[in-house]
């Protein structure tokens, strides 16, 4: 079983749709968990960043961690083409700064 | 800007002919690292270094060389590319601190092709 799985998509949704991303994860000691936007022909950009469990908001967008089903979601509101790209689901222990990421889901919002 | 920077941001290449991929961060960062991205196996830690003259293996290091003089740049190596190494290369650096979480600051990436 890899430490990170996240289902690659693609992903495709109309304007203003709520989307949902997840992955999951089977090390325990993960503690800080963070989103990457990657557009395309760019590098991966911090999205948002959760530590432990419980939710994040930052205008549209929240993040979910549930430690005890080893799961992480990421919502996107009232979704934008401006959206559209790979999004990364990423985790560290925190006693190191070693990523594991995810493979990205790519996602495309049609106008 | 704080930026990471990459160079070349594309390159073709022949089997056997060494070639070197600058990076360089701007933000004092003691931590680097270079990824490959591969479409179905997403990014993998190729190098790290944790500081100047500090590196370490990552999870696919076969076949790739870096390293660390100063602390500003980190170059990767490919002493005889083979056209498995034709990948996207992307560098990252953070501020480390003792624990906890870091922000990793990505550069544009290295596309690169092996004939």
């Known amino acids: 079983q890899k430490e990170v799985e996240q289902d690659p998509g693609p992903l495709s949704v109309p304007e203003g749709a709520i989307v949902s991303l997840n992955c999951t994860y089977s090390?325990?000691?993960?503690?800080?968990f963070m989103w990457y936007r990657q557009y395309s022909r760019k590098g991966p950009e911090l999205l948002m960043y959760?530590?432990?469990?419980g939710n994040k908001e930052d205008g549209r967008f929240t993040a979910q961690v549930d430690k005890s089903s080893k799961y992480i979601s990421l919502f996107i509101r009232d979704s934008q083409p401006s959206d559209s790209a790979t999004y990364l689901c990423a985790m560290s222990t925190g006693g190191s700064e070693k990523l594991v990421f995810g493979k990205g889901m790519k996602l495309t919002v049609n106008p | 800007e704080a930026q990471v920077t990459q160079n070349p941001r594309y390159l073709i290449t022949v089997t056997g002919k060494k070639l070197t991929v600058t990076c360089s961060q701007n933000m004092n960062h003691e931590y680097m690292s270079w990824y490959r991205q591969d479409p179905g196996l997403g990014l993998r830690q190729i190098y790290y270094s944790m500081n100047v003259e500090v590196t370490d293996k990552g999870d696919v290091p076969e076949g790739y060389k870096v390293s660390r003089k100063e602390k500003r740049n980190f170059p990767l190596i490919l002493e005889s590319p083979s056209p498995n190494q034709t990948s996207l290369y992307f560098c990252?650096?953070?501020?480390?601190?003792?624990?906890?979480?870091?922000?990793?600051?990505f550069g544009p990436g290295t596309r690169l092709t092996v004939l």
């Open positions: 959760t530590y432990s469990s």
């Open positions: 990252a650096s953070s501020l480390r601190q003792p624990a906890g979480y870091n922000e990793q600051f």
């Open positions: 090390n325990s000691a993960f503690q800080y």
